[in-house]
């Protein structure tokens, strides 16, 4: 395996143009972040009598639809980047023909990143730490089971050889990612809508995950290919 330290940001600038060009792309992650809404909703109405319990297995099964979208999105994107079509009936079949592969590549990434954070949670803020150590080296978990092809909890394996043969492009994807998802989207949009009413403000929170899903899935599909097949190894 060899180690190089090439880094293209160039990737992150030409996702934008890309996404634009390619308005099909916004298709799966709608679709996650409508399926996001109706779960919240469906999270309240059986949870809020019991005080909030269970509703931590909705949010988990939030994340898996968001990543399995994500994983299909991976694959359109990456047609785009091979200069194919980008179709979405062709990422789609072919995200079906890996749904399985994609599924529990995001349970065994799910589950992983929980179980790093709970035993890290046994030293207090040690819990964030290993959890964002988890979570980094398992970054291309999605991309290894969509374009990659590698099923299941193999494609968690892949994704730490990816990382451990590229860490300086790794760590840059890994900090956009926590920029966009964990601080722009959730952190950022509530100050510009700090006026509207909540359900505005759960519609657009809505379309804004999805555009930054799709957004993402470029930067990812990119880095990904350019990793493993493209002379890192």
Known sequence: MKNRQHVDLTIYFKAFGLLARHPSIFVLPLLAAVVD???TQLSYLFTDPLGGSGAGIFQMLVQLVYLWAFGVTIIQANAVW???RGAFDE???EGRAKFGGILFAAIGFQFVVWAASYIGSFFGAFGLVLGAAAAFFL?????AASIGGIPGTLALSQSARA???APIASLILALVFFAIW????PVGLPYLLIHVSPAIWSFVTAGARAIALAYLAF???RQYDDVVFRGYW
């Open 82 to 84: 091979r200069g194919r």
């Open 91 to 93: 990422a789609w079949e």
């Open 182 to 185: 964990y601080i722009a989207v």
């Open 163 to 165: 990382v451990r043969s």
């Open 139 to 143: 970054i291309y978990t999605i991309p």
């Open 37 to 39: 809404l109706l779960m």
């Open 219 to 221: 930067p990812f599909s």
